[in-house]
RNA sequence: GGAGGAAUAGCGAAGUGGUCAUAACGCGGCGGUCUUGAAAACCGUUUGAGAGCAAUCUCACGGGGGUUCGAAUCCCUCUUCCUCCGCCA
């Protein structure tokens, strides 16, 4: 959510610059300020109301005691009570769609961010060297089936399109990348979390998918069980739900978690011919990093985030890419988001195995996460986070950039130990 | 699944229709007195949200609704936790 108060004071530069994330907030922004005057009028209104009462609620038993007649006082807290009660099922309606029209809203990029979608994403570093082969390449679908590392077909049969099974050495090589970004990460310093991976309601709400990508995820509904839950699209909506309501002591930030889930997400409608095999799909494995940080501090975390996302890439000795996201391509909770590729010979191109993102006191306002300063000054606490990484991407990249000329596959030296053997065929 | 009980500040807990929610009382935290220093003792202080330029006002007793002039207190409902029984990896 944004500032209330930001919006208010600077309407035209909020207009201007979700204009550069392609929202065009006009109507947005005048409604909101328009049911926010609605709003605090009503309030006041009330309060003096129920000042009013108040006063006059003290005067009952007292009167009562010195034998005052208190029928006209109680004709009077009889008006007050039905001003009260109309006033606030005024407020009720006005605070509803107030808070409705906040919640779509999405956050500010920053404001060094270029407008515009993806065309404007500018690569702000490249790692390793583009692999060459003097043999005609296998993608990466044709090699893990040939070398039994993926069921495509039985996992298109358990679950229908979109789900794939790792087999043997394909499981193995993904577990042994699990554990090794894991590793990496306990190195430095963060704390391994494992979370439900059915969420309510709330926890969509905190991470900005909801209430505008309900659609996206997968619902779950029991007999009996009036609750619904979702399976998570990523362990982010998890971490960063982690705080809701509380306020943390300064002391205590800044916060660093991982944690290891199978993402679920609908991707209705986005499959393309060149998105064949484990580039998208309804299941796919990821090790998230979330930060809580004070204000102040999260464009030094994100650049951490960043590194160490990139860190593992490098360690696994791909080349890849870092990239700046211009305005319209960071999604609807973020400020900024810096996104990781790697290459895929087969498709000529970059994949997005991480995205690190700041978003700011975004999250933070919808899930109510505060710090309480050593001054005892409250604040909101930024959150970002980033995939450190998404497994699932990893291996298509380790099989098609390492593949030999015989249809081997080289493992890279850092999951050499984990799996105790060095080359697959 | 069945039967009971509970939810009040950082924690424990009092309050069972009004004049005790800036919430008694205890613990913890913070500041101070005393002390060479510390402990003990003593004194003080210690929730959050909203409206307002401000003075100030309002709201919050797990969430939501209701009864009432007035609700922590009575009623309905949801959530969570605990105890006992049953079932279970």
């Known amino acids: 959510?944004?500032?209330?108060?930001?919006?208010?004071?600077?309407?035209?530069?909020?207009?201007?610059?979700?204009?550069?994330?392609?929202?065009?907030?006009?109507?947005?922004?005048?409604?909101?300020?328009?049911?926010?005057?609605?709003?605090?009028?009503?309030?006041?209104?009330?309060?003096?109301?129920?000042?009013?009462?108040?006063?006059?609620?003290?005067?009952?038993?007292?009167?009562?005691?010195?034998?005052?007649?208190?029928?006209?006082?109680?004709?009077?807290?009889?008006?007050?009570?039905?001003?009260?009660?109309?006033?606030?099922e005024k407020l009720r309606y006005v605070e509803e769609r107030f808070s409705s029209s906040m919640l779509v809203l999405p956050n500010l990029p920053d404001p060094d961010l270029l407008p515009g979608g993806k065309e404007n994403n500018q690569p702000l570093r490249y790692f390793g060297e583009v692999p060459k082969f003097d043999f005609e390449p296998k993608n990466h679908v044709d090699l893990c089936t040939d070398l039994g590392l993926i069921d495509y077909k039985r996992g298109a049969k358990l679950s229908g399109s979109g789900f794939w099974i790792y087999r043997g050495l394909g499981a193995r090589l993904e577990w042994a990348l699990l554990n090794f970004f894991i590793d990496t990460h306990l190195k430095n310093g963060y704390e391994l979390v494992l979370v439900p991976h059915m969420l309510g309601y709330e926890c969509g709400l905190t991470a900005g998918q909801f209430p505008k990508f309900k659609n996206e995820v997968f619902w779950l509904e029991a007999e009996g069980d009036e609750r619904r839950r979702f399976m998570l699209p990523t362990a982010e909506t998890a971490l960063v739900s982690l705080h809701y309501d509380e306020i943390i002591p300064e002391s205590e930030l800044p916060k660093k978690y991982i944690s290891y889930t199978p993402c679920f997400r609908r991707e209705a409608g986005s499959y393309r011919a060149t998105e064949r095999g484990m580039v998208r799909g309804h299941q796919f494995n990821k090790v998230e990093m979330v930060q809580y940080t004070l204000p102040e501090d999260s464009d030094?975390?994100?650049?951490?985030?960043?590194?160490?996302?990139?860190?593992?890439?490098?360690?696994?000795?791909?080349?890849?890419?870092?990239?700046?996201?211009?305005?319209?391509?960071?999604?609807?909770?973020?400020?900024?988001?810096?996104?990781?590729e790697i290459y895929i010979p087969s498709m000529n191109g970059y994949i997005e195995v991480s995205s690190v993102s700041n978003a700011r006191d975004y999250q933070a306002r919808r899930g109510m996460m505060r710090v309480r300063r050593e001054s005892g000054k409250i604040d909101y606490v930024h959150t970002l986070n980033g995939s450190g990484l998404a497994t699932s991407r990893i291996l298509p990249a380790i099989v098609e950039q390492n593949q030999n000329a015989d249809g081997s596959v080289r493992v890279p030296e850092v999951l050499q130990k984990h799996l105790g053997f060095d080359v697959i065929r």
């Open 300 to 340: 030094r975390a994100f650049e951490e985030l960043v590194s160490n996302a990139e860190n593992l890439v490098r360690l696994l000795g791909f080349h890849f890419r870092t990239v700046k996201l211009a305005a319209g391509d960071c999604s609807y909770s973020m400020a900024r988001t810096y996104d990781i």
């Open 1 to 88: 959510m944004i500032d209330i108060k930001y919006i208010r004071e600077n309407p035209d530069e909020v207009v201007k610059r979700l204009a550069a994330k392609g929202y065009d907030a006009t109507a947005d922004v005048e409604n909101i300020l328009s049911l926010d005057r609605e709003r605090r009028t009503l309030i006041s209104e009330t309060d003096a109301f129920k000042a009013e009462q108040n006063r006059m609620t003290k005067l009952i038993p007292q009167y009562k005691k010195e034998g005052i007649d208190i029928s006209p006082v109680l004709r009077k807290m009889k008006e007050l009570s039905d001003s009260i009660k109309k006033n606030e």
